[in-house]
C-alpha cells in the first residue's frame, strides 16, 4: 500500500492510495493533502477495514510520504496485524513545533496555493497540535515500541534540508532512520514544490534502500 508518493521520473501524482489489486485502487488529487486530516484519516479507516475484511490473512508493507504517511500510520495503528514494516518517508510523525518560522512558512504556503483553491491552514494546525498533545507523543512512541518488538520494522527515509519537515518532526525513537540524497523538482511549478518538499526523492532508489533494510 502505498500513499501521497510523488514520482520524480513519472507524472505528477499526490495523496494517493495505490493497491496491488488494481480494481481495489483508490486514488485522490492534491486537494485531498490539503483539507481536513481528519477527513483523511477517515479515509484511511475505511480503506484499511475493507482490506481486512476482503482479505483477512494478508500482509502489507505501508509506504507513506510526507502528510500519506499519516494515512498509514492510522491505518497500521488501527490493524497492526496487517502490516509486515512500514516505511515513512519525510512524515511530520511527531507533528511540527509551533514557532515562528514554521507560522511564517504556513502563510507563505497560503499565498502560493491559494490561485489553486487550496488552503493548509487545517494540516498546519491540526501538526501544531499533534507536537502539543503530550498523550499523542506517548501513544506513538508505545506503537512504535509494540510494532517493532515483533521483529517488524519502521523506517523513516529522511531527506536532509527538507524544506516543509523538519527533522525533529520525522524522527521517532524505535524506529530505523535511513538519510538519503534527493534531486531538485520544476522551481516554477509550485504545487510540486510543495508536495515534493522542494526535492525529489527517486522511487526507485527509495525501494531499493529500504527493502534491504527490511529484509
Request: a positive charge.
Given at each position: 500500500i502505498l500513499a501521497n508518493r510523488y514520482f520524480h521520473n513519472g507524472p505528477f501524482l499526490d495523496s494517493y492510495f495505490f493497491s496491488y489489486q488494481e480494481d481495489e485502487s483508490e486514488t485522490f488529487g492534491i486537494g485531498d493533502t490539503v483539507r481536513d486530516p481528519e477527513i483523511n484519516n477517515s479515509i484511511a479507516s475505511k480503506f484499511i477495514k475493507k482490506r481486512v475484511e476482503q482479505n483477512p490473512f494478508d500482509q502489507h508493507t505501508g509506504f507513506g510520504h510526507s502528510l500519506g504517511g499519516f494515512w498509514i500510520l492510522k491505518m497500521a495503528m488501527e490493524h497492526p496485524d496487517a502490516f509486515n514494516n512500514l516505511v515513512f518517508i519525510n512524515l511530520p510523525i511527531r507533528g511540527m513545533p509551533r514557532n515562528p518560522i514554521r507560522?511564517?512558512?504556513?502563510?507563505?504556503?497560503?499565498?502560493?496555493?491559494?490561485?489553486?483553491g487550496l488552503d493548509p491552514a487545517k494540516v498546519t494546525d491540526y501538526l501544531f497540535n499533534l507536537w502539543d498533545?503530550?498523550?499523542?507523543?506517548?501513544?506513538?512512541?508505545?506503537?512504535?515500541?509494540?510494532?517493532?518488538?515483533?521483529g517488524r520494522k519502521i523506517i523513516i527515509v529522511y531527506t536532509k534540508g527538507d524544506i516543509i519537515v523538519p527533522e525533529e518532526s520525522a524522527v521517532v525513537e524505535g524506529a530505523e532512520v535511513l538519510p538519503v540524497s534527493a534531486g531538485n523538482v520544476n522551481p516554477f511549478n509550485p504545487l510540486e514544490v510543495f508536495a515534493?518538499?522542494?526535492?525529489?526523492?527517486?522511487?526507485?532508489?527509495?525501494?531499493?534502500?529500504?527493502?534491504?533494510?527490511v529484509g
Open positions: 507560522w511564517a512558512q504556513t502563510q507563505a504556503l497560503k499565498e502560493v496555493l491559494k490561485p489553486f498533545d503530550p498523550d499523542y507523543q506517548k501513544k506513538i512512541k508505545k506503537f512504535v515500541s509494540d510494532f517493532t518488538k515483533s515534493a518538499h522542494g526535492m525529489a526523492v527517486e522511487d526507485e532508489k527509495v525501494l531499493t534502500l529500504s527493502s534491504k533494510r
